[in-house]
């Protein structure tokens, strides 16, 4: 195992600078993508070193797996791509800045120092862009014309020092290639930035110091360089940082030896298998990739579980096992069709009345913040296309998910299960299905008993948070399909100005003291034991809930109050309680739970 270099001292000017290294961004890794929102905000800290209001701005870590050390050292991008190809595109727009100011000798100077290595016979580039961008970055940085040593910076007659006067590329007449729209307006946005900073001044001097002041800032963005020449060990530092953005480097890794194992097996196939990994990337392109290859694995053939670190050295074996071009495709294919399901499973929408009942059901499962279950439900809307048995088995799955989750059931074990489920497949000419039977089978074993249900229903103590809003939501849902009314339709539209009420206020005011005889400190420790319980919680649409929150119940259930609810549950408050305390607390905690029983019944 290869040992791992951390170094701190480094900026970003140090390491453009260096004339002997050069970065490569691998063949597949994912598209630049930062947003106008992250742009903005580099912007702001630079813009501070640049005006000396600060020393220096943190771009967080570098990491590279050199691959190469013939002329000069070639490294790959493992983390650190977004970063650096935001460097490259604002010193992109400094040398515009130059080309518009009639400045060539700068303008080359930018372009050799930093965008370059030079050779003793040839330049080379100093960063290779990964294949869906590759396009656009050699139009906007990479534009040397220049042979041998010579630097010859492409012309563009578009460029003036005017806001809009910038490198164009006319996404219409190429539409055969891949235009990364984000990145062009990185480009455009440093570009903006420095016309309009230029146009203040009045002298080419002055305009050449701002400029000089800029390409020094360089030197204040300081990285840590982490360096490697054996990929397993780089998988292992990044899993001992439990970061989301260092996750994606994991991905890279494993597609790092996928095309390993590609290139000694079949070399004639490398194009198409990068090509396949592309729409994989552009699929899990914001989405939990690491997540995504732990579930994957579960539902092959190996149906083995691994953590984060294990998974480079599985998917290696797993690959080099493959030994025709036809299964590696059909392997690859396969992988992208779960990828859009895991996506889906995943997905964040609200949900809608036109969703299928499946569709509605997984929604409410990631409500209920439990999605170890996706491994399995990847699995199986890969191998069932009946709406019907999707809706029956996704229902079952989410009240399993919800009556562990109420009960505090060790979600460690919920790997171990849904691979178990996973298992649950019988052969039928020649095609492995799943029998449902079985899977209920399965799920009836792991679910608690309904007087464990109940009990915990009515002694937990409710907080105001995703699972309490999920639960008073089913309730909803449960009070509308009774009624027979149309109001279905409402509670979906108006979800985002619903909220949690507390009937008796978590503000225990001198009006409810007295209302309610709270003579003792043992009578407010009955409050507020009582305060949390489900029986004191409904829903309520926000433009009430905010004006009467601590009211006394009297004044609550007023007509221009709660009754101007349109939800089921307050209608009912209204009209089945006209007192509140803490006896009426306790019989409508035990209704509720009754109620959720029947909703989440598995008999």
Same mark, same amino acid.
């Given at each position: ?12 000017? +140090? ?15 994912? /598209? ?69 100011? &009639? ?6 100077? !930018? ?28 139009? $906007? #940085?990479?534009?040397? =014309?220049?042979? &041998?040593?010579? #630097? @010859? ?52 001097? =002055? ?26 060990? !780089? ?50 392109? %914001? ?19 691994? =953590? ?7 998917? =290696? ?66 191998? @069932? ?18 009556? /562990? ?29 799943? +029998? ?20 915990? $229903? ?7 948070? *995703?699972?309490? %809003? ?21 509670? $979906?539209?108006? /979800? ?22 709270? *003579? ?14 489900? &029986? ?26 709660? &009754? ?9 408050? @209204? ?29």
């Amino acid at each position: 195992m290869g040992k791992i270099k951390a170094q701190d001292n480094f900026t970003i000017k +140090d390491i453009l600078q260096s004339n002997s290294m050069i970065f490569k961004i691998p063949y597949n890794q994912r /598209r630049y993508s930062w947003e106008a929102s992250q742009i903005e905000k580099f912007w702001e800290d630079f813009n501070e070193v640049i005006e000396k209001k600060r020393e220096s701005h943190y771009m967080g870590v570098l990491s590279l797996i050199k691959t190469s050390e013939a002329k000069l050292s070639e490294n790959e991008v493992i983390d650190g791509q977004q970063r650096l190809t935001t460097i490259m595109l604002l010193i992109a727009a400094i040398r515009d800045i130059y080309v518009a100011l &009639g400045n060539e000798k700068m303008s080359i100077k !930018l372009q050799e120092t930093y965008l370059l290595a030079m050779l003793t016979r040839e330049s080379i580039c100093k960063l290779t862009p990964s294949r869906v961008d590759t396009y656009t970055f050699e139009y $906007l #940085v990479n534009i040397n =014309e220049g042979t &041998g040593t010579d #630097v @010859v910076i492409r012309k563009d007659d578009n460029i003036e020092l005017k806001r809009n006067k910038c490198r164009q590329i006319d996404c219409r007449s190429n539409q055969d290639k891949f235009v990364n729209k984000q990145m062009v307006d990185s480009y455009q946005f440093f570009y903006q930035k420095l016309v309009d900073k230029i146009s203040g001044y009045a002298t080419r001097e =002055e305009r050449n110091n701002y400029l000089l002041d800029v390409e020094e800032a360089l030197g204040g963005l300081e990285i840590i360089l982490i360096s490697s020449d054996d990929q397993t060990s !780089l998988f292992l530092f990044f899993d001992s940082l439990n970061n989301r953005g260092l996750q994606l480097s994991q991905m890279d890794i494993i597609r790092n030896s996928f095309l390993r194992i590609i290139a000694q097996k079949f070399p004639g196939e490398i194009e198409r298998f990068s090509e396949m990994w592309d729409k994989l990337v552009i699929e899990l392109d %914001s989405y939990d990739a690491v997540k995504f290859f732990k579930y994957y694995y579960m539902c092959t053939k190996e149906s083995k579980i691994y =953590e984060a670190s294990g998974l480079p050295e599985a998917y =290696e074996k797993y690959f080099s096992k493959i030994q025709q071009p036809y299964e590696m495709k059909s392997e690859i294919q396969r992988m992208i069709s779960y990828s859009k399901i895991f996506t889906k499973l995943f997905n964040k929408e609200q949900e809608k009345i036109d969703d299928p009942k499946y569709i509605i059901n997984i929604k409410r499962i990631n409500d209920i913040g439990q999605q170890a279950c996706h491994s399995f439900l990847m699995d199986y809307l890969y191998i @069932v296309q009946e709406e019907d048995r999707l809706a029956e088995t996704t229902l079952l799955i989410e009240k399993m998910m919800y009556k /562990r989750a109420i009960t505090g059931q060790s979600t460690k074990a919920l790997d171990g299960i849904f691979k178990g489920l996973i298992g649950c497949k019988i052969e039928k000419n020649g095609k492995l299905e799943y +029998d449902d039977k079985i899977i209920y089978d399965n799920i009836a074993k792991q679910i608690p008993t309904e007087q464990e249900f109940k009990d915990r $229903l009515v002694k937990r103590n409710w907080e105001r948070n *995703n699972l309490t %809003s999920y639960t008073l939501r089913k309730y909803e849902y449960f009070l509308l399909e009774q009624s027979g009314s149309g109001a279905y339709n409402k509670i $979906l539209k108006a /979800r985002k100005d619903v909220h949690i009420e507390h009937i008796m206020p978590e503000n225990c005011n001198d009006q409810w003291k007295t209302y309610l005889s709270i *003579n003792s400190d043992q009578d407010l420790e009955t409050y507020m034991i009582s305060l949390s319980k489900l &029986g004191n919680l409904t829903l309520l649409e926000f433009n009430i809930n905010e004006s009467i929150q601590d009211s006394l119940y009297e004044e609550k259930i007023l007509r221009e109050n709660y &009754g101007k609810s349109e939800l089921i549950q307050v209608k009912n408050l @209204v009209s089945e309680y006209n007192e509140w305390n803490i006896e009426k607390i306790k019989s409508r905690t035990e209704n509720i739970a009754d109620k959720l029983c029947e909703i989440f019944s598995t008999k």
